[in-house]
């Protein structure tokens, strides 16, 4: 009798770890293509640097709660920047404070004498916030630290001779990101200081010294500026130099959002041309992104798929938020001005099955792509090349009658996703809406690039030079896709495929 109900009760555990796991990551509105911690509270993404193989994602992390508070490092790591896999807690929070954004670097010639038997640690430089000294108004409790690693971003030492750069008395001094300067051979640190940002330079990466400012008279001044990043860009067979610097709040369609600056640096300024405020995405879900280390020509840029003005209050149970999926990043000329354009890494097609084409259809006001490729499921991506550009709506639906509309205005010449019947939405006020994106190209045709996920849609139009990122929340997940017309348009091409989750079943 009593063996029989240790296999019973074998049974029943094993059975209930089954279900838990099964369910891991299958939760409602879990992202499937995007990575989102197992639980509890996530913002921005930090340290980004690639490794011997390793594509490092560290970020915000608050573990124990699904709401923003005592800031660690959480870690995750990938080989291809599709499938991730989660790691232990990089940096706890420390007598200097909670560990908030920053970046990481491989230190490939020891400059900061951290690397061990030959080998180039990471280096990770990172702003630390005492909460007590910001409950006590001292206006000096943002100071930037470091710590390295030995074991390619397992286990991380914290700087014995922490602050390496002290706050002057600005209450809002943060963010730091590190490159490698070749031409001066010298560290470049950009981070956010209020309504600009400074630049430093080190040799060291232990010392650092004040080079100049940028931004005071550029760009969205509507909030405070946060985790800016410099790189450059060889285009055209020369170096142009990027400043991207996130703003809350202040973003084109409200709360937080992220700006970027094309231009020149010469070691010491940053100066730009640009006489217009340019918005790497224009929707509401993506924030705090910064491009990855050490990836050499090619520019990895991933951010925080949520906005400020409603990610505390987002209806996700076991964990809070996720981010947006890894893009490439490349310069195009408009006329006479150079924009950034994003689009999906090549690695993601490895995740879709064999896509429905469809050319030279016609959309006589309504096309159902059920009916047209006998299956509709999330997530999936939708690519469409238009002869002209001309109204239409992509609607993701179910039966609930909860739609989600993407689409063109011709007359306003903007895109828009409207998410204001997208059921849950009353969590906060701001969420929602109806959002706009400027179609910046004048190109005679149009093609769009649409990642929808769970709970997600991510539009690349014109090769990226528009782009609008946005979370929804579906009572059960959408299973219709139709595209509406207000007149018969002539679509060159759809192109229809599903992708695979990237987590076990
Ligand atoms: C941006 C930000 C950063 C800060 C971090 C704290 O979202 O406010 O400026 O370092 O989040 O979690």
């Given at each position: 009798m009593k063996v029989i109900s240790v296999i019973f009760l074998c049974i029943i555990i094993h059975t209930q770890s089954f279900a838990q796991n099964g369910s891991m990551y299958h939760e409602q509105y879990r992202p499937q293509i995007h990575f989102s911690p197992k639980a509890h509270w996530m913002n921005d993404p930090n340290g980004m640097v690639y490794n011997d193989g390793i594509y490092h994602l560290f970020y915000q992390y608050c573990p124990g709660s699904t709401v923003w508070g005592p800031m660690h490092w959480g870690h995750a790591v990938s080989t291809d920047l599709v499938h991730w896999k989660e790691q232990p807690i990089a940096l706890y929070p420390d007598s200097i404070g909670y560990i908030f954004s920053g970046s990481a670097v491989v230190d490939k010639n020891n400059t900061s004498g951290f690397g061990k038997n030959g080998n180039a640690p990471l280096v990770a430089v990172f702003t630390q916030h005492d909460p007590v000294g910001e409950k006590q108004n001292t206006d000096v409790f943002q100071n930037q630290s470091i710590a390295f690693s030995n074991d390619n971003g397992k286990t991380w030492i914290k700087y014995k001779g922490n602050p390496v750069i002290k706050n002057p008395g600005i209450k809002d001094f943060r963010d730091p990101k590190v490159m490698w300067y070749d031409e001066g051979k010298k560290w470049i640190l950009v981070m956010a200081v209020k309504d600009h940002?400074?630049?430093?330079?080190?040799?060291?990466?232990?010392?650092?010294?004040?080079?100049?400012?940028?931004?005071?008279?550029?760009?969205?001044?509507?909030?405070?500026?946060?985790?800016?990043?410099?790189?450059?860009?060889?285009?055209?067979?020369?170096?142009?130099?990027?400043?991207?610097?996130?703003?809350?709040?202040?973003?084109?369609?409200?709360?937080?959002?992220?700006?970027?600056?094309?231009?020149?640096?010469?070691?010491?300024?940053?100066?730009?041309?640009?006489?217009?405020?340019?918005?790497?995405?224009?929707?509401?879900?993506?924030?705090?992104?910064?491009?990855?280390?050490?990836?050499?020509?090619?520019?990895?840029?991933?951010?925080?798929?949520?906005?400020?003005?409603?990610?505390?209050?987002?209806?996700?149970?076991?964990?809070?938020?996720?981010?947006?999926?890894?893009?490439?990043?490349?310069?195009?000329?408009?006329?006479?001005?150079?924009?950034?354009?994003?689009?999906?890494?090549?690695?993601?097609?490895?995740?879709?099955?064999?896509?429905?084409?469809?050319?030279?259809?016609?959309?006589?006001?309504?096309?159902?792509?059920?009916?047209?490729?006998?299956?509709?499921?999330?997530?999936?991506?939708?690519?469409?090349?238009?002869?002209?550009?001309?109204?239409?709506?992509?609607?993701?639906?179910?039966?609930?009658k909860e739609k989600v509309l993407i689409g063109y205005n011709k007359n306003e010449n903007r895109y828009f996703i409207d998410r204001t019947n997208s059921e849950k939405t009353d969590f906060q006020k701001d969420f929602a809406g109806k959002h706009f994106a400027p179609r910046l190209t004048t190109a005679d045709s149009m093609n769009l690039d649409l990642i929808i996920d769970e709970s997600s849609v991510e539009l690349f139009a014109d090769n990226g030079i528009s782009v609008m990122t946005e979370i929804f929340f579906p009572s059960k997940p959408y299973n219709k896709i139709n595209i509406e017309a207000p007149e018969k348009i002539a679509v060159k091409r759809i192109e229809y495929a599903l992708l695979k989750s990237i987590w076990p079943l």
């Open positions: 940002v400074s630049l430093f330079s080190s040799l060291n990466l232990k010392d650092w010294t004040k080079e100049s400012d940028f931004g005071e008279h550029f760009g969205a001044h509507g909030g405070v500026w946060e985790c800016p990043d410099i790189f450059y860009m060889n285009y055209k067979g020369k170096k142009v130099w990027v400043i991207t610097c996130s703003i809350n709040p202040g973003a084109p369609n409200g709360g937080s959002g992220t700006q970027y600056f094309v231009g020149d640096f010469d070691g010491k300024n940053f100066t730009t041309t640009d006489t217009i405020t340019k918005w790497i995405d224009y929707g509401p879900d993506d924030y705090a992104g910064v491009t990855w280390s050490n990836t050499g020509d090619k520019k990895i840029f991933l951010g925080w798929m949520s906005n400020w003005s409603y990610a505390i209050d987002v209806p996700t149970i076991k964990w809070r938020s996720a981010t947006t999926l890894p893009r490439e990043l490349k310069l195009k000329h408009i006329n006479d001005k150079i924009f950034i354009a994003s689009k999906p890494l090549p690695a993601l097609s490895k995740n879709e099955l064999k896509p429905v084409i469809l050319n030279d259809a016609e959309i006589n006001r309504n096309f159902d792509l059920l009916s047209k490729t006998g299956r509709i499921k999330f997530p999936c991506r939708i690519k469409m090349n238009l002869k002209k550009p001309e109204d239409f709506t992509v609607v993701l639906s179910n039966d609930a």
